[in-house]
């Protein structure tokens, strides 16, 4: 009885420090795709990624590495921070022709 008491106690511990090292491990290789992402936005992307992130083929080892250490739900929440990241960024952006409120053509369909 004393050795299934002592084997389920093992088994309900937590490793903080196995857990923080995987972590770690998903940051370290989010932050390389994402950095090749912007060294490599020239380019033309052809690779689709969760929620409709494309990227170039240049990255998909980086993804591959990505997707490997790191969660899917987070792979899936990162993406969609960045997305959004770039969303606002391209808003923002001077140069872009897309800045701003968007300006919808009113057609009246109703006869006076």
Partial sequence: MALETRSSQALDTVHT???SQARLACYKARDAFYTCLERESNKK????AS????????????REEYVKH???????????????KKRVQRLLDDNEPRRGP????QHSTFKN
């Fill in 70 to 84: 790191c969660r899917p739900t987070w792979v899936k929440h990162f993406d969609r921070q960045y997305c959004a």
């Fill in 102 to 105: 968007l300006s919808l053509s």
């Fill in 17 to 19: 420090d196995v857990l």
């Fill in 51 to 62: 929620v409709g992130l494309l990227y170039p083929v240049e990255c998909k080892k980086n």
């Fill in 45 to 48: 992307p052809t690779e689709i």
